[in-house]
């Protein structure tokens, strides 16, 4: 099993950038492609993107490009998530997951799942 704990969650300002956390721990995190969802209030879960196993490829749905930055350190056991120039609809809880693959992935691929933070973005 992996276990994933985001962080880096809180309000931030119209226009500013963002950048959360996911620390995994327990089976080995190499084996496992990471995405980012994120669920807005009221609305349902969305797909940000996703990173490779080794990190050097990400795939980001066309809705989702231009301003969300997927990384992740495999020493580190870390996925990250940068937003930029933020917006109000930002607000979201967002959730990073670890499943099978990392190109045009489907939800039921993500097998684990972290609890989620809270971003708000105030304009």
């Known amino acids: 099993q992996l276990q994933l704990v985001e962080s880096g969650g809180g309000l931030v300002q119209a226009g500013g950038s963002l950048r959360l956390s996911c620390a995994a721990s327990?089976?080995?995190?190499?084996?496992?492609?990471m995405g980012w969802f994120r669920r807005p209030p009221g609305k349902e879960r969305e797909f940000i993107g996703a990173v490779s196993f080794n990190g050097l490829m990400t795939y980001y749905p066309d809705s989702m490009k231009g301003r969300f930055i997927i990384s992740r350190d495999n020493a580190k056991t870390t996925v990250s998530l940068q937003v930029n120039s933020l917006k109000p609809e930002d607000t979201a809880v967002y959730y990073c997951?670890?499943?099978?693959?990392?190109?045009?992935?489907?939800?039921?691929?993500?097998?684990?799942w972290g609890q989620g933070t809270q971003v708000t973005v105030s304009s």
């Open positions: 327990g089976d080995t995190f190499s084996n496992y492609a």
């Open positions: 997951a670890a499943g099978s693959a990392w190109y045009e992935p489907k939800s039921y691929e993500f097998r684990y």
